[in-house]
């Protein structure tokens, strides 16, 4: 069964610092991940998706994410944070074919000035 | 072009009532799911069509939940006799493909169900 973890529910970041949000996932096969952003009264945002073409993967706003299969992690980063990155950020994993999507409890992300 | 749009945007009733949620999926997209995200916590899968047919409900958490997709758009949610228990955001996505495992699920802004 695939499954994720979410290591850190809340983490708190001063602007302009770098963000480290921390994923675990467990899957039976070569798993695609994926991070999503969620803004306050707003819908659920595609951030970036692994599916196995490069381990380092980059998506918007800045935000990139490394598969690591050893690991079994896909922590998401970003240099240097922006007052507008504070949301809440799930990582999910794909459930296999049918593309079920299973989602982390979430990590809420605040950023001070 | 327009996204995943739901509607009603909030909808409050009493214990034991019938309600619907609609979703009107991006034009084109074949696949639709159906998630339920509770106060606090991550979106649940409950359901999903391809095409006009629901290929897993395996999420669906009892026979009170049931959905359509009659015409292969838009889609209705529907929960008969209501519990304080349902009260959540319930989500809509729609992708081009759900047999692609790594297809982009496009999320709606949701149905906020409140049971009283």
């Known amino acids: 069964a695939q499954s994720v973890t979410q290591l850190d529910s809340h983490v708190s970041v001063s602007e302009g610092t770098p963000v480290l949000l921390r994923c675990n996932y467990s899957?039976?096969?070569?798993?695609?991940l994926f991070w999503y952003v969620q803004h306050p009264n707003k819908g659920l945002q595609l951030l970036l998706k692994y599916t196995s073409a490069a381990t380092l993967v980059k998506g918007i706003n800045g935000f990139e994410a490394e598969f690591k299969k050893s690991e079994t992690s896909f922590h998401l980063t970003k240099p240097s944070a922006h007052m507008s990155d504070a949301a809440e950020y799930f990582c999910v994993v794909s459930a296999g074919t049918g593309g079920k999507l299973i989602f982390g409890q979430g990590t809420e992300l605040s950023v001070k000035p | 072009g327009a996204g995943v749009s739901q509607t009603p945007s909030n909808k409050v009733t009493e214990k034991g009532k019938y309600v619907e949620l609609r979703c009107d999926p991006i034009s084109g997209h074949t696949a639709l799911y159906w998630y339920r995200q509770s106060l606090g916590q991550g979106p649940e899968f409950l359901i999903y069509f391809q095409g006009t047919g629901a290929a897993d409900d395996s999420g669906l958490p009892n026979d009170r939940f049931f959905a359509v997709r009659p015409e292969g758009s838009v889609s209705t949610l529907k929960i008969q006799r209501t519990e304080r228990g349902d009260s959540a955001v319930y989500l809509c996505a729609s992708s081009l493909n759900s047999a692609a495992r790594a297809d982009t699920q496009y999320f709606g802004p949701g149905t906020r169900l409140t049971v009283l």
């Open positions: 899957s039976s096969y070569s798993p695609s």
